[in-house]
């Protein structure tokens, strides 16, 4: 079965070694037009992958960084009094990319992390009473170290399923790793990729991941894995019906890049730890491990 | 009893105005029971109520765990210290009692009242042990109701108004009804105590006993408790001749009558010679802990009973003591010669009366020994003695002295029936004439509703049996002094003042209209519903062609199997819809168990592409005919819409599949 997404994801291996299951992930995210948490350390590369994710896909893209001074304003944009036309002009922030990286994105108050949650949310950014959309396809990696690190406000819970996936790289595989060092940087070989899509071709395929077929019996397994997080007792609350929502997209464009033209339970359990992880809070610290997503998927039978 | 780990969460949450409701309901169900309990436990169940419900409404603490445990054992301790054990009717059930009330202490959340709610179900089925009557059903039928109204409430806590769950509780116990009345008509009834009803059950009542002192006999009057109910095949004979024997008390202590050391004789062929035309009835007798099967005098020893037999005292007596309301049929002769033969001994024994008591009678019955009167004559003198000097006949005789019969026939001269026929048979004895003293019941009451008669303990009464020309001879003292007590029963015999019982004071026409209604419907119960044993339930199976109880039993059992297995599997298929319409999947099955055979199975969690490829990395030499057939699975359940043509290609391929 060849993927219709091979050469991205080749081009993507070039330059992050060793984290194809990760890659793919990412871009089943964005194939399922879903946003991406990352959650990692700082030097893990996010930031590379993103620039290589842009450039693969031939997106605009821009960065912020998030500080606990930034604004919204400082993401949307503002408007700003031109005396040459005695009026107001909108300056778009660099919300209106199509591909952002929200880098730190717990560094930022409250207040400015919902104003990026709620475009990402929307596809929408009303500002100064006008209501603009935003570019397509339109697709936000937010970054964020661990929350254990001092002068972060970490996502409330509640904006958390606003991301369709939480990730994180980890340390790259020891022979990758010896590659990384023996060879040029990546980022200077940032500059010779090649698009391999267009934005408009992305479009197409983000539609056909819609239409990969999801069969009654695929279904029952979907709701006996969400059933089954509504009746475990060392969780605080199960899974919504959104994050069911979210589950059959994200397994529709695994089951995509898979060349599979319907999804297969296997499809599921691939992206279920990346979808279900950051939605699920467990009761007590000591229940962590029995309502892990894995512990999860291990308890429901294949209907 | 264990208290829950945690502090009750959110889904364990008690409302107050459901706990009180409990409480409630628990007090109707403690409530018959309160008598029966020793004072202190009532109680302390009585403070436990009252602690609860207050605990609830000021948020009192819930007392800490080493005290909940000294109170558990206090109250075992405190059973057992009541009844000298734990087990058993009246000791077990105080023991439940006590302890359901103490599950309040760590009632918390809706899981104990869950507990509560099914222990109460239990408790009421404690009072069937003690009544049975129409009462007592009304009323633990209403309990029921309300036991279901909570479990309901407990169902949908603070989503339904308590009208709503009693008319839903009403709801479920009118279907149960039916269901109730069909099981009572049909299920099995088996002889013999199959529940293993413990050797104190049953209720105390009040009745004869096995011995008589003076007052006995008038206590026994002042409770209006049925003692037993007769219905004859023809007439009825007259009240003179309604004497129920009862116990025969041969022993006298100088005050209380006794049975005596010695067993009585076996009857004998020919002791007793029936005369005149025999009675036949049958008679339905209350329970009273005692041995002895009320029977008109005297009983011809034919069709009894199975455990009963017929003594040389004319006693009628069933083996063990009588704990269950009994019925048997009997036949009796009014008239009849009662003519054991008496030797020697006995006739010593029957005239013996104890030293250095009653001198006074002992002197009168010499006096008219010597005045070489024959024994009639004898018994005639005494009973015009009787009649004839002022003798008054009460309720409420004065205290005697040590010389009881002295202290009446010569001082009171007031006395009731117990009084008159010890002192006549003292008398008879101290003439040396052979006397005993006989207890039982006499006359009866005419229940017009019911055509049948009812013996009250009202009508409990002791007579004299005296050996006159060579036989047994009844004399009733009682009804030289008082006839119309014979005729008329007792309320007509005992004048305004003398300690007539209030029930029989306060009689009115319609009262006993109303009384013998009553009672008719009391006996049709006592026959319908409580009789209802293994020969009523055969009779009444007849009459629809069920003459075999082992073929009933097997058609009620299959049918009952038949409906649980149809009804489950029907529910069940509701419950787990589509699976089984799945025809990929019955292919997909049908190749799971031929790899099982092989020894693959895949874990519940394991999809089936990674199954396969786990099997083929393992024997690839099967890739040729199990990957087509894999692949073919996924498309068919999974990848395309369903499609005739490619099922049957799955159907062929996994036909197809070669595991060699």
């Excluded at chain 2, 009532?42 to 009192?60: D, H, M, N």
């Amino acid at each position: 079965m060849s993927s219709p997404v091979a050469p991205v994801l080749h081009s993507l291996n070039q330059i992050i070694l060793g984290k194809d299951a990760q890659l793919r992930l990412v871009l089943a995210c964005l194939l399922a037009r879903g946003h991406l948490l990352i959650e990692d350390v700082p030097g893990m590369g996010k930031t590379t992958l993103a620039l290589a994710l842009a450039r693969v896909l031939g997106l605009h893209f821009q960065r912020v960084q998030f500080t606990s001074d930034l604004l919204p304003a400082d993401i949307i944009g503002v408007s700003v009094y031109e005396t040459a036309t005695g009026g107001f002009r909108f300056v778009p922030g660099p919300i209106f990319s199509q591909l952002v990286l929200a880098d730190e994105v717990n560094r930022a108050s409250p207040k400015t992390q919902s104003a990026l949650l709620e475009a990402m949310e929307e596809r929408q950014v009303t500002a100064e009473g006008e209501t603009r959309a935003l570019p397509e396809p339109f697709f936000v990696i937010a970054t964020q170290n661990p929350s254990y690190q001092l002068g972060t406000f970490p996502l409330p819970e509640s904006q958390l399923d606003r991301f369709l996936m939480r990730i994180s790289l980890g340390y790259p595989p020891a022979e990758a790793e010896r590659q990384l060092l023996m060879e040029r940087e990546r980022r200077d070989l940032l500059g010779e990729l090649q698009p391999v899509l267009t934005p408009a071709q992305l479009l197409g395929l983000q539609d056909q991941v819609r239409a990969v077929r999801t069969a009654p019996a695929l279904i029952d397994y979907l709701l006996a894995l969400v059933q089954r997080t509504r009746e475990l007792p060392g969780l605080r609350q199960g899974l919504s019906p959104r994050a069911g929502l979210a589950l059959r997209r994200a397994a529709q464009a695994w089951a995509f890049i898979d060349g599979r033209s319907g999804v297969i339970p296997e499809d599921v359990q691939a992206v279920f730890a990346a979808v279900v992880g950051h939605r699920l809070v467990a009761a007590a610290e000591r229940d962590g491990a029995a309502t892990s997503a894995a512990a999860i998927l291990a308890q429901v039978a294949i209907p | 009893m264990s208290a829950p780990a945690a502090p009750a969460g959110l889904g364990d949450y008690l409302p107050v105005a459901t706990l009180l409701r409990l409480l409630a309901v628990l007090l109707l169900v403690f409530a018959p029971h309160a008598m029966r309990l020793p004072v202190w436990e009532s109680g302390f169940i009585a403070a436990l109520l009252l602690w609860r419900a207050l605990a609830a409404r000021r948020q009192w603490r819930m007392p800490p765990k080493l005290l909940r445990a000294a109170l558990v054992f206090a109250a075992l301790g405190g059973v057992y210290a009541s009844f000298g054990r734990v087990s058993g009717q009246t000791a077990g059930t105080a023991l439940l009692c006590v302890m359901a009330a103490l599950k309040l202490v760590e009632l918390r959340g809706r899981r104990d009242v869950m507990v509560m709610i099914f222990l109460m179900y239990f408790m009421l089925i404690t009072h069937f042990l003690y009544s049975q009557e129409i009462w007592t059903s009304l009323y633990l039928l209403l309990s029921c109701l309300a036991i279901t109204a909570l479990l309901i409430e407990c169902q949908h806590l603070g989503q339904l108004p308590p009208r709503q769950t009693l008319r839903r509780a009403g709801a479920m116990v009118a279907q149960a009804l039916p269901l109730m009345l069909l099981l009572f008509v049909l299920f099995p009834r088996i002889p013999g105590p199959i529940w293993g009803l413990p050797a104190d059950a049953g209720a105390a009542r009040s009745g004869l006993s096995d011995s008589m002192a003076p007052g006995d006999i008038a206590a026994l009057i002042e409770s209006d408790d049925v003692a037993f109910r007769v219905r004859f095949d023809g007439p009825a004979p007259p009240p003179a001749q309604r004497y129920w024997r009862g116990p025969v008390l041969e022993s006298f202590d100088g005050r209380t009558w006794s049975k005596g050391w010695s067993a009585p004789p076996p009857l004998l062929d020919g002791d007793i010679r029936y005369l005149g035309t025999p009675v036949r009835y049958e008679l339905t007798l209350e329970p009273g802990r005692m041995p002895w099967l009320l029977a008109l005098e005297l009983p011809q020893a034919v069709d009894l009973p199975p455990d009963a037999r017929l003594n040389g005292n004319g006693e009628l007596l069933a083996r063990r003591p009588i704990i269950e309301r009994r019925r048997y049929t009997l036949l009796s002769n009014p008239d009849f010669a009662f003519a054991p033969a008496l030797d020697a001994r006995q006739r010593q024994r029957l005239t013996r009366l104890p030293n250095g008591y009653n001198p006074r009678t002992l002197a009168l019955a010499r006096q008219w020994r010597d005045q070489g009167l024959a024994d009639a004559a004898i018994a005639a003198r005494a009973l015009r003695m009787i009649r004839d000097e002022n003798f008054v006949y009460t309720l409420r005789p004065p205290p005697l002295a040590r010389d009881s019969v002295d202290g009446f026939l010569f001082d009171t001269r007031r006395g009731f029936c117990e009084h008159y026929s010890s002192a006549f048979t003292v008398l008879m004895r101290a003439a040396g004439i052979p006397a005993r003293v006989v207890t039982g019941y006499q006359g009866g009451t005419l229940n017009e509703p019911g055509g049948y008669y009812v013996i009250t303990q009202a009508d409990a009464h002791a007579w004299s049996e005296v050996w006159l020309d060579g036989r047994w001879q009844r004399i009733d003292p009682t009804a030289a002094i008082a006839p119309s007590r014979i005729e008329r029963g007792l309320g007509s015999a005992i004048g305004a003042g003398e300690g007539l019982p209030d029930y029989l004071v306060r009689r009115t026409a319609w009262r006993d209209a109303l009384k013998a209604r009553w009672d008719w419907v009391n006996a049709r119960w006592n026959g319908l519903v409580l009789g209802y044993g293994p020969e009523l339930q055969q009779q009444f199976l007849q009459r629809f062609g069920i003459d075999d109880l082992r073929t009933m039993i097997l058609t009620l059992t299959a049918l009952l199997t038949a409906t649980m297995a149809i009804l489950g599997f029907v529910l069940l298929r509701r419950a787990a819809p589509a699976r089984a319409h799945d025809a990929a999947q019955r292919e997909w099955q049908r190749l799971l168990r031929q790899l099982a055979r092989r020894g693959y199975r895949p874990r519940a969690d394991e999809g089936p592409r990674d199954f396969v490829a786990r099997v083929l990395a393992a024997r690839p030499q099967w890739r040729a005919t199990l990957q087509p057939a894999a692949e073919l699975y996924l498309r068919n359940r999974y990848l395309e819409a369903p499609d005739a043509a490619r099922l049957a290609a799955l159907h062929r391929a996994v036909r197809g599949v070669r595991l060699s």
